[in-house]
C-alpha cells in the first residue's frame, strides 16, 4: 500500500504560479511512475506530467513549458511547479503512484496507475 498527500493548491490570477507538492508514505520501493492528473468540473480526469523512476519525465501538450514535474527521494516528495497559470489549469490536481508498467507506454492513463491522493485544489481567476 501507498499513501499519497498533496499539499500547496490554492487561489492565483492568470499568470501566477504555484508549487504542489505530494509526499508518499508506505511500500513506495515498487513505484513505476508518478504523475499528477487534475479534474475540472463537469469533465474527466486527465494526465499533467508523469516522472519515471530514473527522472525522465513525460507532459501533456496543454502544459509543456508551463510547468515542470520533479521528485526528492530522499524525502518521498513529488512535486508539480506551474508558471504562467491560466484560467483553464483551474482543476483539483491529484498525485498518483504507478506499481505496475503500464505506465511506461501509458504514461498519462490514469488506469495505469494504483494509488491516488485525496487532491488540492488550484483555482486561477482571471
Known amino acids: 500500500q501507498v499513501q499519497l498527500v498533496e499539499s500547496g493548491g490554492g487561489s492565483v490570477q492568470d499568470g501566477g504560479s504555484l508549487r504542489l507538492s505530494c509526499v508518499a508514505s508506505?511500500?513506495?520501493?515498487?513505484?513505476?511512475?508518478m504523475g499528477w492528473f487534475r479534474q475540472a468540473p463537469g469533465k474527466g480526469r486527465e494526465g499533467v506530467a508523469v516522472?519515471?523512476?530514473?527522472?525522465?519525465?513525460v507532459y501533456a501538450d496543454s502544459v509543456k513549458g508551463r510547468f515542470t514535474i520533479s521528485q526528492d527521494k530522499a524525502k518521498n516528495t513529488l512535486y508539480l511547479q506551474m508558471n504562467s497559470l491560466k484560467p483553464e489549469d483551474t482543476a483539483m490536481y491529484y498525485c498518483?503512484?504507478?506499481?505496475?508498467?503500464?505506465?511506461?507506454?501509458?504514461?498519462?492513463?490514469?488506469?495505469?496507475?494504483?494509488?491516488w491522493g485525496q487532491g488540492t485544489q488550484v483555482t486561477v481567476s482571471s
Open positions: 498518483a503512484a504507478a506499481q505496475g508498467t503500464s505506465c511506461y507506454t501509458l504514461p498519462l492513463r490514469t488506469y495505469a496507475y494504483n494509488y
Open positions: 516522472i519515471y523512476g530514473a527522472g525522465s519525465a
Open positions: 508506505g511500500y513506495t520501493y515498487s513505484t513505476y511512475c
